[in-house]
């Protein structure tokens, strides 16, 4: 059975930081992105990582570009979004995501084959 599971969303200030976490079961060789979903607005990109390449490949979305680290754990089966300097727009549930084969990077969500939880971002002024 494939589940992802997130967990270290939480409440925040202005200026601080989270460290998102999703545990990965049932899958393997899957890419993994980060999306989030703010209140009335659609869900967005936020960061994908490659799974099992040897040279890790990351991408970001330019509004988290220099402030989110996507890493991961292939240990563990997790991968983290480090979120620094966290501002009010940064609030929102934040799902990680198993991109479908060829499909890392994608901003499209239909692209992704499972779906987290989600874990919810407040990042208050």
């Known amino acids: 059975q494939v589940q992802l599971v997130e967990s270290g969303g939480g409440w925040v200030q202005a200026g601080g930081s989270l460290r998102l976490s999703c545990v990965v079961s049932?899958?393997?060789?899957?890419?993994m992105s980060w999306f989030r979903q703010a209140p009335g607005k659609e869900r967005v990109f936020v960061a994908a990582?490659?799974?099992?390449?040897?040279?890790?490949?990351?991408l970001y979305a330019d509004s988290v570009k220099g402030r989110f680290t996507i890493s991961r754990d292939g240990a563990k089966n997790t991968i983290y979004l480090q979120m620094n300097s966290l501002a009010p727009e940064d609030t929102a549930v934040y799902y990680c995501?198993?991109?479908?084969?060829?499909?890392?990077?994608?901003?499209?969500?239909?692209?992704?084959?499972?779906w987290g939880q989600g874990t919810q971002v407040t990042v208050s002024s």
């Open positions: 995501a198993a991109a479908s084969p060829r499909r890392y990077g994608s901003r499209n969500e239909n692209h992704y084959a499972y």
């Open positions: 990582i490659t799974w099992n390449d040897p040279v890790v490949g990351v």
């Open positions: 049932g899958l393997s060789d899957y890419d």
